[in-house]
């Protein structure tokens, strides 16, 4: 139900989307709102209820007669007066303009006819103000149809397409200058639509329906989006990913200055324009946070790029760090001292999303497709919708209501091993083949952050090792249903007397904590076994950019054999009673 | 597409719209048989069957459908 949505889908199934969800665990309050339709509008009503549902609202509706809008608004009405609405929506559009300039016209004539019928909506709202005094959300006029004038239609005053443009400017004036008014901005939605098929006439004259029904879903989620926010159902913040989210690369592995943002490459420009979108977001009052997998001295040095927009000082929390993401939004939550539900997860990892939404599924962790999708996607999602400050007031005291009685975060997984193991996970893990040499040697000079010996190779000196007999290699591979990582891990021993040195061991952060360490370290005590050997010894050489593998012998269970003064350490584990420590990826076979 | 499989699909498109798994379409159905088939669910009917069979009917064949045989032989024609 959130953007992007299956328009079809909705339509077709929803009368069983309405019972899920109606019986998710979402807690509903009641809101009370009158559908005033210039055209057919049950359609609109059943996919709107959908869409405030999945806002956690739950529409009572009631729906004037078939073009009834004008007669149930001017007159006394029982009904509408017993049913108290709470939201009044006014569903008018071009087909309800009675009066088109014709090319008989005087400028004159044209002018009094744009007063009339401009005079016509404004009684329309005065009175509906005066008599139920809450907000009305007021549709404006989408382009006519057809242009009678050709091109010229937009510009001279009997053009139908001029007539609405000026229509149009009268209702924005009145918007600007009334409080608890809101536009509608279908001119917009059916301009994205296509004006074409939005104008679909089949559904007028068959349903008299004013648009295609195909575009209802659009128009409904669009209209949800208003009546959310007059409600205080906006999000508030930005939960924002770096590497690969606000910049092209990965800061602890390709360094600052490999990084893609700035004007010099399309890939940098895309970041860039993305930066400022989500920059503006923070003059109108939207809060940014950081969430990144990463050593918080490389996202900070990331974030003072030159060509970075965004610097530490437009993020009220920076968490970096190598906990799981849900922990640290937990935490981002808590220190802004808001709920999870106005949070907008932005990343650009799918795992990292699926963990996030199923783990909270409060958190808004929209679909941003790729780098030159991230505007469009968040831009229609209209999580930060605006609504003027009266507004915001009345939102505030809704938003205690709610406060009292927020839920505590539902938890789909009972714990993160639950979660490992519903990705599904393939690895496999084999000697270095020729047709993997390339990646391998690629991975091995790459790598920075997990590297725990930093030892490079030209691809010479790794063919050599490769045919080695006083050497194992392990390549490892992982696959999860999100798709296909490729080699992710290369670890190198160096047999000597009984025991394994190893010279190498490395792995991509982008498959860290799947515990495809842990299937490595098994593999390489199975096959340092068969060989006769009883002990490994690990060498962890400190860089500037490998602090997060400091500990990583001392979590697999090594011990410190020693430290020098430089920090280099050497570590032991004896493998003549090793235990399999991986659990959650399916090692296939070996060939 | 036999006539058969027609009215397979159409089985599911009406399980679907309808959310009902118990029903089943004949030739003779017609809107009298199913309690939710009104005004409105008969648009969300024609506009799923059209994209479901890949066709377009005109406003001339949905003004006229008595009963569901009829549709299986406007989607017949257009296939």
Redesign the interface.
């Known amino acids: 139900m959130n953007f992007p949505f299956d328009s079809?889908f909705i339509?077709?199934?929803?009368?069983?989307l309405r019972?899920k969800l109606l019986s998710s665990s979402k807690e509903f309050f009641e809101k009370r709102i009158a559908v005033l339709g210039g055209s057919t509008t049950?359609?609109i009503v059943?996919i709107l209820e959908l869409f405030l549902l999945n806002h956690g609202i739950r529409p009572v509706f009631y729906e004037s007669e078939y073009n009834r809008y004008w007669q149930d608004a001017m007159f006394e009405n029982q009904e509408l007066a017993t049913f108290k609405p709470d939201i009044i929506f006014v569903h008018t559009s071009s087909r309800n303009i009675i009066n088109w300039p014709s090319q008989q016209n005087s400028d004159d004539e044209v002018e009094r006819m744009l007063e009339a019928q401009f005079d016509h909506f404004v009684s329309l709202w005065t009175n509906l103000k005066e008599t139920y005094q809450c907000p009305i959300i007021q549709n404006n006029f989408e382009r006519p149809n057809y242009r009678l004038l050709g091109n010229r239609d937009i510009s001279d005053l009997r053009g139908k397409s001029n007539y609405v443009s000026r229509l149009n400017q009268k209702i924005y004036g009145f918007a600007r200058n009334h409080g608890d008014f809101y536009i509608h901005d279908i001119d917009y939605l059916s301009a994205v639509y296509g004006l074409d098929k939005w104008h679909s006439s089949?559904?007028w004259?068959?349903?008299k329906?004013a648009l295609n029904?195909?575009a209802i879903p659009e128009f409904a989620f669009n209209l949800a989006n208003i009546i959310k926010a007059i409600l205080g159902k906006n999000k508030k913040a930005f939960v924002l990913d770096l590497d690969n989210t606000l910049w092209g690369g990965v800061v602890g592995d390709d360094g600052v200055e490999n990084l893609e943002i700035g004007p010099e490459m399309p890939m940098g420009q895309a970041y860039a324009e993305f930066q400022e979108y989500i920059k503006f977001h923070k003059d109108m009052g939207i809060i940014l946070t950081i969430c990144s997998k990463n050593d918080e001295q490389n996202a900070l040095a990331g974030l003072q790029h030159p060509n970075s927009l965004l610097n530490p000082e437009d993020f009220t929390v920076i968490k970096a760090n190598w906990n799981n993401k849900d922990e640290n939004i937990y935490a981002i939550a808590e220190e802004l001292n808001i709920g999870t539900d106005s949070l907008v997860f932005v990343d650009d990892n799918p795992a990292e999303r699926e963990i996030v939404s199923v783990r909270m599924p409060s958190v808004a962790t929209p679909d941003i497709g790729r780098i030159e999708e991230y505007i469009s996607v968040l831009d229609h999602s209209g999580y930060f919708e605006n609504v003027s400050l009266s507004a915001e007031d009345r939102k505030r005291s809704e938003l205690y209501r709610q406060d009292v009685s927020r839920k505590q975060e539902q938890r789909c997984f009972g714990n993160y091993e639950e979660y490992l193991y519903s990705l599904s996970m393939q690895g496999s893990i084999e000697d270095f083949k020729p047709i993997n040499m390339q990646r391998i040697v690629q991975l091995t000079n790459k790598s920075n952050q997990f590297n725990l010996t930093t030892k490079r190779y030209t691809e010479s000196e790794m063919q050599q090792v490769a045919t080695n007999p006083a050497y194992i290699r392990l390549c490892g591979q992982l696959r999860d249903k999100f798709g296909d990582n490729g080699i992710v891990s290369v670890v190198l021993g160096r047999i000597q007397e009984y025991a394994l040195h190893i010279e190498l061991w490395l792995m991509s952060c982008r498959v860290l904590k799947r515990d495809m360490e842990l299937a490595m370290l098994d593999r390489l005590a199975e096959e340092a076994q068969a060989v006769g050997l009883d002990r490994l010894i690990g060498y962890y050489f400190p860089t500037a950019k490998n602090g997060m593998v400091r500990d990583f012998y001392r979590q697999l269970g090594f011990e410190c054999i020693n430290e020098d003064d430089s920090h280099n350490t050497i570590w032991s584990l004896n493998i003549s009673n090793y235990v399999k420590k991986n659990k959650v990826i399916h090692l296939e076979m070996l060939t | 597409m036999t006539r058969q499989e027609i009215f397979k699909n159409l089985n599911l498109?009406f399980q679907?719209?309808?959310?009902d798994e118990t029903i089943h379409v004949k030739e003779s159905t017609t809107a009298a048989d199913i309690e939710d088939w009104d005004?409105?669910t008969y648009?969300?009917l024609i506009?799923?069957i059209e994209?479901h069979f890949h066709i377009k009917f005109d406003?001339k064949e949905?003004?006229g459908f008595a009963n569901v045989g009829e549709m299986a032989d406007a989607i017949e024609r257009k296939i």
């Not at chain 2, 679907?16 to 959310?19: I, P, W």
């Open positions: 079809d339509l077709k199934k929803k009368k069983s019972k049950s359609e059943s089949f559904y004259y068959m349903y329906y029904v195909n | 498109i679907d719209v309808f959310d005004s409105l648009v969300t506009i799923t994209k406003m949905v003004s």
